[in-house]
């Protein structure tokens, strides 16, 4: 049912293996990834994880403990700038990204999150308006830098290995 409503919505996927399908740019998304390869979740209630949307967002540092503690499924990759949700639906994942953007700016402390999730999924599975479940409540950045980190001065170890490759291009004429 996902990859035929995501086809729907967003046309033919860009990539596909016999576990996953890939799109690209399509909507609000970074990139979108169905795969066979279900994660049982057990927030709000059981079910399967098998959708994974993502899109531009740098958390900093000192918020992944909290996005870890809010729900498992709230995927952030420092280094590439990108934050996703995966679960088993569009409004799910658009929920999960609303309210990590709120615990990221602090309007929302995690235990909030929780509940406000767990209550509007539920109205929103019963047909009830649900904003936080039908579009970002945050305006999306596009692009960035990721934050690719900081270097460790390096030990004596790494400046025998920095040396050896040096030797070893030197020696191969790569130099």
């Not at 740098?58 to 918020?63: A, I, L, N, T």
């Amino acid at each position: 049912m996902g990859a035929q409503q995501m086809a729907t919505q967003y046309g033919q996927p860009n990539e596909g293996t016999a576990t996953k399908l890939l799109w690209f740019g399509r909507g609000p998304w970074k990139r979108i990834q169905i795969t066979s390869d279900e994660v049982v979740h057990k927030f709000p209630t059981p079910h399967a994880d098998f959708l994974t949307q993502y899109i531009d967002y740098e958390v900093p540092v000192d918020k992944l403990g909290e996005l870890g503690r809010y729900d498992g499924s709230c995927l952030i990759d420092r280094t590439m700038g990108e934050a996703a949700a995966r679960c088993d639906s569009e409004a799910a994942n658009i929920l999960t990204l609303n309210l990590m953007h709120e615990i990221v700016i602090g309007t929302r402390s995690v235990d909030e999150a929780r509940a406000f999730y767990s209550e509007t999924l539920s109205a929103y599975c019963l047909g009830e308006s649900a904003p936080y479940c039908e579009q970002f409540q945050f305006q999306l950045p596009r692009g960035g830098p990721g934050d690719p980190d900081q270097p460790v001065p390096p030990g004596p170890k790494a400046e025998q290995v920095t040396q050896k490759v040096d030797e070893f291009l030197s020696a191969s004429g790569r130099a």
